[in-house]
């Protein structure tokens, strides 16, 4: 581990990348694995269709954060475009917990619009599902790098994570507009 100094002490860095890089990967597997399960087969006592509007709603305060964060960040304000960022990790948490809560109590929502929409929604839906793998890992070393104050590493990721992160939340939200006439 390299050290270096930080605000008169000494600080060990800590390489972060494995535990990302496994995390990442066992989190899109676990949300693999919902689509090959059946649906919870028991009684519920309220409407699961609350959560992907709940999933748009996460997706929507993600992408506003994003682009504070981006404002703040462009003017020199790095306590204000950290604060965001945060934000926009503590919606996104919230909404996998939401996603996998509702794909662990359901069976996916079947596409029910013409074929032109049709093309139009897998498309948006393949790229938002691709790039939100990505994200993942992207998200997790640009913060951490942030953080650790390696400040030309964490230019260099965020550069590609805050374009993609902000696809991938303004996708969900039309995605979610796209399908939800057939929950």
């Not at 709940?54 to 204000?80: E, G, M, Q, S, Y």
């Not at 619009?113 to 790039?131: A, D, N, P, Q």
């Not at 030309?152 to 006439?181: D, Q």
Request: proline share 4%; glycine share 4%.
């Amino acid at each position: 581990m390299s050290e270096q100094y930080n605000r008169n002490k000494l600080v060990k860095e800590r390489n972060y990348t494995p535990f990302i890089l496994i995390f990442s990967f066992v989190l899109v597997s676990i949300i693999a694995l919902l689509f090959f399960l059946p649906g919870y087969d028991g009684h519920l006592d309220f409407d699961v269709t609350i959560f992907p509007l709940l999933n748009a709603i996460f997706n929507c305060f993600t992408f506003i954060v994003l682009v504070l964060a981006l404002v703040a960040i462009k003017k020199r304000n790095i306590p204000l475009h950290k604060s965001f960022i945060m934000a926009a990790f503590g919606s996104t948490t919230l909404f996998l917990i939401s996603y996998v809560t509702y794909h662990f109590l359901t069976e996916p929502a079947r596409f029910g619009g013409s074929e032109v929409m049709r093309y139009v929604y897998f498309f948006i839906l393949i790229t938002h599902v691709t790039l939100a793998i990505v994200n993942v890992p992207l998200a997790l070393l640009s913060v951490t790098r942030g953080l650790n104050m390696q400040i030309e590493r964490h230019r260099k990721i965020a550069r590609w994570t805050m374009p993609i992160w902000l696809y991938v939340s303004l996708t969900g939200v039309i995605v979610y507009l796209l399908i939800s006439p057939y929950y």
